[in-house]
């Protein structure tokens, strides 16, 4: 029987690496590459056609993207979102974009090894108790999953959010929250890039109407 070959993709080198070393113990799979971003994803996608890709929901050049590019070309790969958000909407992204699962990074490595067996027998994993959040979403029980984006957020970035809405520069963030500029630019980047804006205007906007600030943006 052979073996089920995955790419493993994260920016983290110290973390792939990790990953890649416990998937190379087990005898049912293999890892057949290594990507730190999505240009370096599809690249392998194209020259070694995997069976599986393991993919940080953060890594740079855009994981959604990147998957709904990787159905486009590939869609028999398996896509396996790995990430650090426990959010119910950031599960939906995933899943609209193409994902076959979504595994959490403080779960056990014996759930994201179960993960991909099971994407390649046609099943669907999401770590557990986001799974029960989704399904009492589905049902009603909760909020509507696309009101708002801010578990999507970390609480860095949300604070980031609310001092652009009250119209610190990046200068000034930088000296409150003791970091560099070059930092404070990577939060706002990221922000905007999560909530799918694409100015500061929009920013602010979405961060008064969200309740991050208490000042009025005019339209």
Same mark, same amino acid.
């Given at each position: 029987? *052979?073996?089920?070959? +995955?790419? !493993?993709?994260?920016?983290?080198?110290?973390?792939?690496?990790?990953?890649?070393?416990?998937?190379?113990?087990?005898?049912?799979?293999?890892?057949?590459?290594?990507?730190? @971003?999505?240009?370096?994803?599809?690249?392998? +996608?194209?020259?070694? *056609?995997?069976? +599986? #890709?393991?993919?940080? &929901?953060? &890594?740079?050049?855009?994981?959604?993207? $990147?998957?709904? /590019?990787? /159905?486009? #070309?590939?869609? /028999? &790969?398996?896509?396996?979102?790995?990430?650090?958000? @426990?959010?119910?909407?950031?599960?939906? @992204?995933? !899943?609209?974009?193409?994902?076959?699962?979504?595994?959490?990074? %403080?779960?056990? !490595?014996?759930?994201?090894?179960?993960?991909? =067996?099971? +994407?390649? *027998?046609?099943?669907?994993? #999401?770590?557990?108790?986001?799974?029960?959040?989704? &399904? %009492?979403?589905?049902?009603?029980?909760?909020?509507?999953?696309?009101?708002?984006?801010?578990?999507?957020?970390? @609480?860095?970035?949300?604070?980031?959010?609310?001092?652009?809405?009250?119209? =610190?520069?990046?200068?000034?963030?930088?000296?409150?929250?003791?970091?560099?500029?070059?930092?404070?630019?990577?939060?706002?980047?990221?922000?905007?890039?999560?909530?799918?804006?694409? %100015?500061?205007?929009? !920013? #602010?906007?979405?961060?008064?109407?969200?309740?991050?600030?208490?000042? $009025?943006?005019? $339209?």
């Amino acid at each position: 029987m *052979s073996k089920i070959k +995955v790419v !493993l993709a994260d920016s983290v080198r110290i973390f792939r690496e990790a990953i890649s070393l416990t998937i190379s113990t087990e005898t049912d799979m293999e890892v057949i590459g290594l990507a730190r @971003d999505t240009k370096e994803i599809l690249k392998l +996608v194209e020259t070694v *056609s995997p069976d +599986v #890709v393991v993919m940080d &929901i953060d &890594i740079s050049g855009g994981s959604f993207k $990147a998957a709904r /590019k990787i /159905k486009e #070309v590939r869609p /028999k &790969i398996m896509v396996v979102f790995l990430t650090m958000y @426990d959010s119910v909407d950031c599960l939906v @992204d995933a !899943l609209a974009a193409g994902g076959n699962s979504y595994v959490l990074k %403080n779960g056990p !490595l014996a759930e994201l090894l179960s993960t991909i =067996r099971e +994407v390649m *027998s046609g099943g669907l994993f #999401v770590s557990s108790p986001l799974l029960t959040r989704w &399904i %009492n979403c589905l049902r009603g029980e909760e909020e509507q999953l696309k009101d708002q984006y801010q578990p999507f957020l970390t @609480d860095r970035e949300r604070e980031v959010l609310r001092m652009f809405a009250e119209g =610190r520069s990046k200068e000034q963030i930088a000296k409150d929250i003791h970091t560099s500029v070059g930092t404070v630019e990577v939060h706002r980047n990221n922000i905007m890039r999560k909530l799918a804006v694409h %100015n500061q205007f929009q !920013l #602010v906007q979405y961060a008064v109407r969200e309740g991050f600030t208490s000042l $009025a943006v005019s $339209a």
